[in-house]
């Protein structure tokens, strides 16, 4: 069974920079495939992206074209998700899932941040 | 890009009732589709994939319909913990994803 800890929330100032991490457990990050969601309150669920670990690089939604970066550990099995240039729309909770058949099967409890001046 | 959009935004249906929440792709998805539910709080929940087969757990009263554009995710005998927001999810272009902007079922 495939576990997710993530990370404690965050409180950013606007124009700085976050960094949501997730622990995986019950398998190592080279078996998996993790991705990262995020949902605005009261929103709908957001696909953010994922890492490609064949040629270290992130693989994002176009809304975060150039903002979000997402890297792996796989000494520890964690993975990150950064988002820079933060503004008060990205105020969400954080989640990152892995995939398995091709979905969002396990998801982490989530990170909640905020961002506010 | 494919968009997803779920209908009604909000569904209010009694206990004991039949909820049918529908979810249209702007082109087709062939059987890609997946539902999830989701409780205030808490992560989602993989309902249901490839249109129809249902997650690890999901009851019976939980059934997925549909192909290429238009999917059906019906609810028999609402339970009080049905009650949730539901999105649909399709992966035809794995490894993007794209969800529905939801529909909130309701307690009637």
């Known amino acids: 069974q495939v576990q997710l800890i993530q990370s404690e929330a965050e409180v950013k100032k606007p124009g700085a920079s976050v960094k949501v991490s997730c622990k995986v457990s019950?398998?190592?990050?080279?078996?998996?495939?993790l991705h990262w969601v995020r949902q605005a309150p009261g929103k709908g669920l957001e696909w953010m992206g994922s890492?490609?670990?064949?040629?270290?690089?992130?693989i994002n939604a176009q809304n975060f074209q150039g903002r979000v970066t997402m890297t792996e550990d796989t000494s520890t099995d964690t993975g990150y998700m950064e988002l820079s240039n933060l503004r008060s729309e990205d105020t969400a909770v954080y989640y990152c899932?892995?995939?398995?058949?091709?979905?969002?099967?396990?998801w982490g409890q989530g990170t909640q941040v905020t961002v506010s001046s | 890009e494919i968009v997803l959009t779920q209908s009604p935004a909000t569904l209010s249906v009694s206990p004991g009732e039949r909820a049918t929440l529908s979810c249209r792709a702007s082109?087709?998805?062939?059987?890609?589709l997946a539902w999830y539910q989701q409780k205030p709080g808490q992560a989602p929940r993989l309902l249901m994939y490839?249109?129809?087969t249902r997650g690890t757990g999901i009851p019976s009263r939980f059934r997925g319909s549909g192909s290429g554009t238009e999917f059906t995710l019906t609810i028999s005998s609402l339970q009080s913990e049905d009650f949730a927001v539901y999105y649909c999810?399709?992966?035809?272009?794995?490894?993007?994803?794209?969800f529905g902007q939801g529909t909130k079922l309701e307690i009637k």
């Open positions: 899932a892995t995939v398995r058949q091709y979905l969002l099967w396990y």
């Open positions: 019950g398998y190592t990050l080279t078996e998996l495939s």
């Open positions: 890492f490609d670990p064949e040629d270290a690089k992130t």
């Open positions: 082109q087709s998805v062939a059987s890609n």
């Open positions: 490839g249109t129809s």
């Open positions: 999810l399709h992966y035809s272009n794995w490894p993007l994803y794209t």
